[in-house]
């Protein structure tokens, strides 16, 4: 009878994890989509963790000057809609340029929370959904409609009865939030 009552467990956690899983074109696209663009996602990271690591505080803190200058990094891109790779690589750089090897270091343990729904991850930037449905409530990935997404765009428009507006109006937020402790540094 145990011995049942594991199998059909593992039957149903097999059913549940093969329903979870995208088609493999649409994880395939996804997988390519991301290689594509990994410096726009570096980014988008890195400005999250800076946050993170200002809210910690502690001696790997941010400096008034560096945020001053981080400021200066980051604020024209939330007014930009799109970001080549080798823009975001070249922030990406600049960034860098700023930041102590102690706090680099830092970044690199800290974990960000995940975001979407479970299996999908935080979704596509700029509310498209990836691989496990996303916040688009299953909408298809579509990576023509996304090249060169900028993942700290405040410009980004998004149709207010879309699923993925949710989504939208939270990852300015944290955008938003992650420049007004730059900005609390800075003064």
Do not use: C
């Amino acid at each position: 009878m145990l011995r049942w009552g594991i199998v059909l467990s593992a039957m149903a956690l097999l059913a549940v994890a093969a329903i979870a899983q995208p088609p493999p074109q649409m994880a395939a696209q996804w997988q390519k989509f991301r290689e594509e663009h990994k410096y726009h996602f570096q980014l988008r990271e890195t400005f999250l963790k800076l946050g993170e690591l200002e809210k910690k505080g502690g001696p790997t803190a941010l400096t008034k000057d560096q945020a001053k200058n981080l400021l200066a990094i980051f604020q024209p891109l939330t007014k930009k809609e799109k970001l080549t790779a080798d823009e975001a690589k070249e922030v990406l750089r600049k960034v860098k340029a700023v930041l102590r090897p102690d706090q680099l270091n830092a970044l690199q343990r800290i974990q960000l929370p995940r975001f979407g729904r479970p299996g999908g991850g935080p979704g596509g930037p700029g509310g498209q959904g990836g691989p496990g449905g996303g916040p688009t409530g299953g909408q298809r990935f579509d990576p023509s409609q996304m090249r060169n997404f900028n993942p700290l765009s405040l410009v980004v428009k998004v149709d207010p009865k879309s699923p993925a507006a949710e989504w939208a109006k939270r990852r300015a937020e944290r955008i938003k939030e992650v420049l007004s402790l730059l900005e609390k540094k800075a003064k």
